[in-house]
């Protein structure tokens, strides 16, 4: 309408001067010529054409003139909104009449002004929302319908970098590979873009376990990808896997005595033993599983508060040349009737703790020479013990080493979990322990700041060493509950 408005105006314009020019030029021709003067026809035939390319000329020039006129704004227009596409959002045109040229451009300003808020304002919530990505501790990735990734977070740029360095093809044999989609992520992937619906699940890769949740990208109730949303739950998964082994173990423990307990004491009520000797075994077993028993609860209390921060500790000053004397003096008989060589080798000068528990301490070597001499059918055990200086102080040096059946390399890095077994074949009745012995001793060392290693070569024999602190920064009650 504003168009159709402008070139009718243009055109009344034009079509007035033509008709002001001829009416000026006629009244000049009918005041000095005498139209019945027939002599003079060639005279008037040249006037009126000299008049005719007059107008010509006179139009032409005010037509010209009122044309750039309007074409101008329309022009900067053009270059302003040019300018805006490109990203130049502050462009504004100069508004110089108030006809409908000009409204054009006071509108085109206003336009502009709101395209740039709403860019503002995109751009805002664009910064905000790849604050909230990398801030993020879960992995995002997001995949077109090609499988190509568009976007990730720094966490989900680093898993696809993990990811990208593995052998998919040479670890699965149905392997299947889309875009950049991993292996791990196909099935939910192609799921989701089929069906168009979310979808959540566990990824095992490795060692490690990601908790998966995925959803579709829609445009137009089509699906054109899919954003996965992942978080490393690998120490989750563990933690679950030790409270469900504990608590199966546990019942384990418990029941094989219990059973005992009751199967025996139903001989006994049965008249089965048919002879005093037979019912004191009878009575005899029933006491050891007891004893069993009460080692096993006794143990998991104790292993149940010091890992709670509840350990009873009586702190003071020990002297652990005796301490060692007297364990070695404990275990000697019962090396003399395995017929295994118990030595211990101790420095000249005495080894002294400024805060210890000496009781605890005691623990600590009794569960590691249990351990020995339970696993070492011949040979030797050596208890040893020195003084060490490093670079944050002096430490007292424990060694017990044994010529036993040593622990394969796979299960080095788990012997300090509660019940865990090393020797797969061996059975908790044959081996006498609880399996809660070498966590004790963990957390005892630990509560004196002290460390313990292992070492160990399967079929040959295995070496524990402990450091402890002469001087330690007791941050411990003495009568901790």
């Known amino acids: 309408m504003i168009w159709r408005s402008v070139v009718g ?61 309007i074409t101008q704004p329309l022009l900067q227009l053009k270059k302003a909104a040019d300018q805006i596409a490109q990203g130049e959002y502050k462009t504004r045109v100069p508004i ?36 909230i990505l990398r801030s993020m501790a879960d992995a995002v990735i997001t995949f077109d319908a090609s499988g190509s990734v568009i976007l990730t977070n720094p966490q989900g740029q680093r898993l696809m970098t993990q990811w990208s360095r593995l052998d998919w093809a040479g670890r699965s044999a149905g392997y299947k590979a889309f875009g950049e989609v991993p292996e791990p992520l196909y099935e939910f992937y192609r799921t989701v873009v089929r069906e168009g619906r979310d979808l959540s699940g566990m990824v095992h890769v490795h060692d490690g376990v990601w908790s998966l949740v995925m ?73 050891d599983e007891s004893l069993r028993m009460s080692r096993l609860v006794k143990d998991l209390l104790d292993l149940a508060r010091m890992e709670a921060g509840h350990l009873d500790m009586n702190m003071s000053e020990v002297e652990l040349n005796g301490l060692l004397r007297r364990v070695h003096r404990k275990f000697q008989v019962y090396a003399k009737e395995r017929d295994i060589q118990f030595q211990y080798v101790l420095p000249d000068e005495p080894l002294v703790l400024t805060a210890g528990d000496e009781d605890r301490l005691e623990q600590v070597l009794t569960n590691l020479l249990d351990n020995a001499f339970r ?15 490093k670079e944050d102080g002096e430490f007292i040096e424990l060694q017990v080493k044994d010529e036993g059946h040593g622990i394969p390399r796979e299960d080095l890095p788990y012997i300090f979990e509660r019940f ?34 292992v070492e160990s070569q399967f079929g040959t024999g295995t070496t524990f060493t402990l450091l402890l602190p002469v001087e330690a920064n007791w941050t411990l009650s003495n009568n901790g509950d």
């Open 9 to 69: 105006k243009l055109w009344l314009t034009i079509i007035l001067l033509v008709a002001v020019v001829l009416i000026i030029l006629g009244m000049f021709l009918l005041q000095y010529v005498d139209i019945n003067d027939f002599e003079n026809s060639h005279d008037i035939k040249v006037l009126f054409v000299l008049v005719g390319v007059i107008g010509f000329l006179l139009t032409t020039f005010f037509a010209f003139f009122l044309i750039t006129k």
């Open 96 to 131: 110089r009449s108030s006809d409908e040229i000009g409204d054009l451009a006071n509108t085109f300003n206003h336009m502009a002004a709101e395209v740039e808020t709403l860019i503002r304002d995109l751009n805002h919530e664009k910064d905000h929302l790849s604050s």
């Open 375 to 389: 696993h070492t059918p011949a040979g030797s055990i050596w208890l040893i013990a020195d003084r060490r200086s």
């Open 420 to 453: 865990y077994k090393a020797d797969k074949a061996r059975t908790r009745a044959s081996s006498g322990g609880t399996g809660l012995g070498l966590a004790i001793v963990r957390n005892i060392v630990e509560a004196h700041h002290g460390t313990i290693e």
């Open 215 to 287: 959803a579709p990208l829609k445009s137009n109730d089509t699906v054109r990808g899919a954003v996965a949303v992942m978080r490393d739950v690998t120490e989750e998964s563990k933690l679950e896997k030790l409270r469900s082994d504990f608590v199966a173990n546990v019942s384990h423990e418990i029941r094989t005595p219990l059973s005992m307990l009751q199967g025996y004491s139903e001989a006994l009520l049965d008249d089965i033993a048919g002879s005093p000797e037979e019912r004191k075994e009878l009575v005899q077993v029933i006491y």
